[in-house]
């Protein structure tokens, strides 16, 4: 399996770091798809979602001088980049940082900070295909596949986990623990945004399938008004816990008291604010349905809370795009499509669509006829079907 892109790693390995440089070691970690449950996790919130067949696949073999790591990715840039693991320190981002290379800095200093044994003297191959920029959570897999490829001992998964959301962090992006916990765990699971613990689920899609549909229109979470929502959402929530004298660990806690308090909540927060919180409470209780209706296989009505979910995230949560917006809508109108709704961090990105298997090509066809006429993508394939898959591991070389 990813045969492929091994051999590519391979070649690009020996390009990079001499015609000496042979793989001693592999990882493969998994992107994501959202199912439902859109920036929530952050909030304390539940999220169903599932490691997909898209994958970073990542070489480890020696260089010439023992205190480097250094990084070939030829997917994002031709660049060769090294660093002495020594040197970095508590590294974090600055302004001007960019590229993969900042994530594999983010995990050398977060393990460093545990005092967690890593290699050195190492270069890193790596490339994928998960579309970068297609909500599917690219750096995740990056992170996860570098923390197994620098690390000799076996770590605990939730400690991965922690390791590779403190790297996006570090990198600069203030994500939560879902995309993590969906690459380490493999397949479908229930992400509790409480205490970012998650619990493994085996749907049946009988004759539906998941697939993405290319936007075209280019994201980044570190370019994002993504930092902006964890910012407004949390300073919902402090207010909210000091108006009504509530405990609120986080702000899907808010929930039970929703209906007691939603008449008198334009009181202590502006309109934005109000609309924040809407969207955190009603997700919440959108995903605990949709694993009901994933756990008995109604994927008709599992569709229907994806399509709420997308209009929340685009009004509410005011975290979509009107070309995303424009995608969505085509898709909800093919026969055979259950649901659709925009996917990811938001402000661009793809669209998450469920619906049979026999309306793939008609709705592929479709959508080459009318919305990449007029929206042209980079993307060869824009429209991709995602199967489930496992997560985030070693193979010998």
Known sequence: MHDELKTKVARHGT?????????????????RIELIGNHI?????????????????????????????????????????????????????????????????????????????IRTGVGLAAVGNIPPGFGMSSSAALCLATILALTVDEIEPYEMVAIAREAEHRAGSPVGAMDQSASVAGNVILFDGRNNTYASIAPDLGGYVFAVADSGVERSLRTSSYGKRVEETEEARKRLAQAYDLYLPNLAALEPHWADIEPTIGKHLPPALVRRVRHVVTETIRVRQAEDAARTGHWTAFGELMNASGESSATDYEI??????????????????????????????????????????????????????????????PFQVCSFGPGARREPA
């Open 15 to 31: 390009e990079a770091f001499g015609p000496a440089w042979q793989p001693d070691g592999w990882t493969i970690a998994p992107g």
């Open 41 to 117: 996790d952050y909030n304390g919130g539940p999220v169903l979602a599932a490691a997909i067949d898209r994958v970073i696949v990542m070489a480890t073999g020696p260089i010439d001088d023992p205190r480097q790591i250094a990084l070939a990715a030829p997917d994002a840039t031709e660049e060769i980049a090294r660093f002495a693991p020594l040197e970095i320190g508590d590294w974090r981002s600055s302004q001007g940082d960019e590229g993969p290379i900042v994530y594999v800095k983010g995990i050398v200093a977060a393990l460093l900070a545990r005092k967690i044994p």
């Open 320 to 381: 979509s795009h009107p070309i995303v917006e424009e995608l969505v809508a085509l898709l909800r109108s093919q026969d055979g499509v259950a649901g659709a709704r925009m996917m990811g961090g938001g402000e661009g990105g793809p669209a998450l669509v469920l619906l049979q298997k026999d309306a793939v090509e008609p709705v592929r066809d479709a959508l080459q006829a009318s919305f990449y006429a007029d929206h042209p993508v980079k993307s060869a394939e």
